[in-house]
């Protein structure tokens, strides 16, 4: 199986958005079987691999540990490809959702060793959801779910949302994979992370521009005690997010 190896989205070149391919470059690689960019109208986002997605697959499955044996969310997961590389990389059970999910349906199709691990469900973040138990999960996983769009207030207005959903639904870490593409997304992300202090954050480099914010609610509420041997496990490149 395979999935394809994507670079990052053409955002800013012309290319007609309802192509459905608007990628810089494209090559094959060993991984899960993930379709790219079926027909989803004129939102391509909606069918798209976008690099963030592809850097956290490559890095749950490159180090397996950080989801072996973990119930797993995935905020955002479009094609589930990051959710998916948490299944094939040891999960216990795992769980992807989005505003629409009929591309991540028809990639679990493709892969159904992994359907026994998987659930699927709609979830829009920062509204109610009966099944979405507080603290239920041990990891909660969100890649490339922010950027800039045409109506970029309304996309950063939904920073709250996204965070108040990952602070219900996990117990333990929450892991965001984070492209910039925008000085303006990232001055409101890090606003938005310094209002809230649940969690300790702590970030580290994957890429050009591309970032991993972790999220340690129980050492936040810890009154940010940390002990010298979680301290010495952190990879040495990280750093405070904010």
């Not at 072996?68 to 795992?94: F, I, K, P």
């Not at 920062?126 to 969100?142: E, I």
């Not at 002990?227 to 490149?237: C, E, H, L, N, W």
Request: net charge neutral; hydrophobic share 45%; proline share 5%.
């Amino acid at each position: 199986m395979s999935f394809p190896r994507l670079y990052e989205p053409c955002i800013t070149s012309r290319v007609d958005w309802r192509e459905c391919a608007p990628f810089c470059k494209v090559e094959e690689t060993p991984a899960i079987a993930v379709g790219n960019c079926s027909s989803v109208g004129d939102d391509w986002t909606r069918g798209a691999v976008w690099k963030g997605g592809e850097v956290l697959a490559r890095l749950l499955l490159a180090s397996p540990d950080i989801v072996r044996g973990q119930s797993v969310l995935e905020l955002g997961t479009g094609t589930g490809v990051a959710g998916l590389a948490a299944a094939a990389a040891g999960a216990s059970a795992v769980m992807l959702t989005d505003q629409t999910v009929e591309q991540v349906e028809r990639n679990l199709a493709l892969n159904p060793e992994l359907s026994r691990l998987v659930q699927i469900r709609t979830l829009r973040w920062g509204r109610p959801a009966p099944w979405l138990l507080a603290g239920a999960y041990d990891v909660v996983l969100a890649a490339d779910v922010i950027y800039p769009t045409a109506a970029e207030d309304a996309s950063l207005g939904a920073l709250p949302a996204l965070f108040s959903t990952l602070h219900i639904a996990v117990s333990g870490r929450g892991l965001l994979v984070y492209v910039e593409r925008s000085s303006k997304v990232t001055v409101a992300l890090h606003a938005e992370l310094r209002r809230r202090g649940e969690w300790e954050c702590r970030r580290r480099s994957l890429g050009l521009r591309i970032w991993l914010y972790t999220l340690d609610r129980h050492r936040a509420s810890a009154r940010g005690a940390v002990s010298v041997a979680a301290a010495a496990a952190r990879p040495i490149d990280e750093e405070a997010c904010v």
